[in-house]
């Protein structure tokens, strides 16, 4: 099966934030976020610096990624953080 389609969740250098988002390319939407085409910081990931990948999953649909964003935002930060953890356990323990 292939997964065109990934949630993802970036956070900033202190684990302080985090944003979960829709995209068909990681890198590319990361370096989007950070930078608009004014170089600035605009979006809201630009703004708290949430450039570092936490937790992705990937999907053959977008309706089936954009389903599962829609839940992942509507998680308690701690169920958030328990996923993140058990995926990536070298992050540690999320605040």
């Not at 979006?43 to 936490?54: P, R």
């Not at 964003?69 to 953080?81: G, M």
Request: charged share 25%; hydrophobic share 30%; proline share 2%.
């Amino acid at each position: 099966m292939l997964q065109n389609f990934f949630v993802y969740m970036v956070t900033n250098e202190y684990r302080t934030t985090l944003y979960i988002g829709v995209t068909n390319n990681i890198q590319k939407r990361i370096a989007q976020h950070y930078f608009d085409s004014q170089n600035s910081k605009q979006s809201f990931a630009g703004k708290y610096n949430c450039v570092y990948l936490v937790y992705y999953e990937g999907f053959q649909y977008p309706k089936e990624a954009i389903a599962r964003e829609k839940e992942l935002k509507k998680w308690r930060r701690e169920k958030k953080n328990k996923l993140i953890s058990e995926f990536n356990p070298r992050m540690g323990n999320f605040k």
